[in-house]
């Protein structure tokens, strides 16, 4: 059974940080790409980072480039996304996805993943 159990979400002042964990197993973890989407209330779901193990390629979209990162630890097939300096417009659901994929590209953030976990709430205050 496939399973992306998703966790680290919380609320947070601006300008804080929080750590989101991705625990993958049911499928062979470094053939697939690992990608975080959002949700915010009234607005459409969005891919915004990426990684995949075996080739070690990530992708952020411009909105988060430079504030989060993407990382993962082979040995427990997580994947982890630090986000820094965050914002009240990063206030959404928080969605760990994979897709069976060559590399991890915008791509990747563009089309439906192949399984999606259970979402972790990330709210942001002013």
């Known amino acids: 059974e496939v399973q992306l159990q998703a966790f680290g979400g919380g609320f947070v002042q601006a300008g804080g940080s929080l750590r989101l964990s991705c625990a993958a197993s049911g499928f062979p973890f470094d053939d697939y790409v690992i990608a975080w989407f959002r949700q915010a209330p009234g607005r459409e779901r969005e891919g915004i980072s990426c990684?995949?193990?075996?080739?070690?390629?990530?992708y952020n979209v411009d909105s988060v480039k430079g504030r989060f990162t993407v990382s993962s630890d082979n040995a427990k097939s997580t994947v982890y996304l630090q986000m820094n300096s965050l914002e009240p417009e990063d206030t959404a659901v928080y969605y760990c996805?994979?897709?069976?994929?060559?590399?991890?590209?915008?791509?990747?953030?563009?089309?439906?993943?192949?399984?999606w976990g259970q979402g972790t709430q990330v709210t942001v205050s002013s």
């Open positions: 996805t994979a897709a069976f994929l060559p590399h991890c590209n915008i791509a990747t953030l563009l089309g439906g993943p192949d399984y």
């Open positions: 990684i995949k193990s075996s080739d070690g390629s990530t």
